[in-house]
């Protein structure tokens, strides 16, 4: 793979509200069902497209969302998380969420297998995970890309890796870090993302709490 930061400038302009906050998760090898259970997810309906996607959540934040009420009590307090599967791995995408970047869900969310995250939001706050076993093999914050963390955040190849995606190492040039946040999950998962692929997948909708 060879995806760069120029390769997915069409997402905030395709989905401008998850540009202003999301959390995409990818984990290699399961199925979208046992994403949504370590989740801890209520399972819901499903979506067809991504834009499907952020409707269902648009009506589940302003309380108009008939399945969430029967499914559970209005006073828990939960996330609506979206998964879909495509070349061997599962993909959750979180409008407005986080919980694919705290490391108390990942351990259980990659447990086994292999995970690679990021998020974003209109605040300025991002991070990058990627996680394999249980250990954590790479972290940092898009805006800072040269202040990483893990096991191969200094390993060779890494830095060349992260300017290859797009991101600046030796200059404070913030524009196009999230959008090399995802030409570096590509690299990492060899799953492309892009508008058709995006609207042509059936989603899962669960509701999982939020710690």
């Known amino acids: 793979m060879t995806a760069h930061a120029t390769d997915y400038t069409w997402f905030t302009r ?6 202003e906050a999301c959390c995409l998760t990818q984990v290699q090898g399961l199925a979208a069902g046992e994403l949504l259970r370590r989740f801890n997810a209520l399972p819901g309906t499903g979506a067809v497209g991504l834009e499907e996607v952020v409707a269902r959540w648009s009506s589940y934040t302003n309380g108009a969302d008939a ?3 029967e499914l559970f009590d209005p006073a828990e307090d939960r996330l609506l998380v979206a998964v879909t ?3 061997g791995w599962a993909l959750a995408v979180e409008p407005f969420g986080y919980l694919g970047t705290l490391d108390a869900e ?3 969310l990659a447990e086994g297998t292999r995970l690679v995250s990021h998020y ?7 991070h990058f995970h990627w996680w394999e076993h249980g250990i954590q093999r790479l972290h940092f ?3 800072f890309p040269d202040q990483r963390d893990g096991t191969d955040a200094e390993a060779p190849g890494i830095p060349e890796l992260l300017t290859a ?11 196009r870090c999230g959008e090399a946040a995802f030409a570096l999950a590509e690299r990492l998962t060899d799953v492309r993302l892009d508008p058709e692929r995006l609207e042509a997948a059936t989603f899962r909708i ?3 709490p939020r710690p």
Request: aromatic fraction near 10%.
């Open 165 to 175: 995606c797009g991101f600046e190492l030796e200059t404070e040039a913030y524009d």
């Open 141 to 143: 914050e898009p805006l």
């Open 14 to 19: 395709r989905y401008p509200v998850l540009g």
């Open 206 to 208: 669960g509701y999982a």
């Open 67 to 69: 399945e969430a009420r």
């Open 85 to 87: 599967e495509l070349d």
């Open 106 to 108: 990942i351990l259980r």
């Open 120 to 126: 974003r939001n209109a605040l300025g706050a991002d």
